[in-house]
């Protein structure tokens, strides 16, 4: 209960104050690329009931393809590969913890499909509600650049990286407390704000990097 509360105080909170970035990424989702702002997808929610998580479209719109994404998947549109990097294209699971569909802190909810592999031990997992991150969530932070050095990715991704998650979030359950999952939303926010500044750092270098070609060019 207290859990929820605070969930519910926080979502409010954030989702007021964010409103006006929420705005702004979502009329330059539509500026940039054809298609909806935001992302539905069905996931698997507590005790294994589906629920449609919420996201910025960070894709071209109607382009099929596998649910898990590599780096430098083709997909992704230029800005929607810089809202992957910075992690703001979750941010619209406000809405799903507002509703009361997610945590703040808690598994990470999958693909309905990737349960039947182990029915029981996702029925365990998803005792409660899934989160916006998790311990499985901080290690695996760049698991699509991970993905684009394996040779068979899809194999991994199911045979290692989902089995490994799994683990990872069944035990930190069993100890979790408010006070460890505002240790894990502290993580989480520092690895959003390196991985933010990298971002910007790479964009400027690439910028400057043009800028410095043109002028070679004139010159020539």
Known sequence: MLKRCFDLFLSVCLLLLLSPVLIALALAIRATSRGPAFFYQLRTGRDLRPFFIAKFRTMAADVGGPAFTLAEDPRVTPFGSWLRRSKLDELPQLWNILRGEMSFV??????????????????????????????????????????????????????VIARDKLCLSIEY????????????????????????VSNFLGQCFAWLGQLARRATAEQQ
């Open 173 to 196: 359950q069993r100890s979790a407390t408010l006070t460890t999952d505002m240790r894990i939303l502290v993580r989480t926010l520092l690895v959003c704000h390196r991985a933010a």
């Open 106 to 159: 808690g598994p990470r909810p999958i693909l309905p499909e990737l349960t039947h592999c182990d029915r029981h031990a996702y029925r365990q997992l998803y005792r409660v509600r899934p989160g916006l991150t998790d311990p499985a969530s901080l290690k695996y932070a760049e698991e699509s650049r991970l993905l684009q050095h394996v040779e068979n990715p899809e194999r991994y991704f199911h045979e």
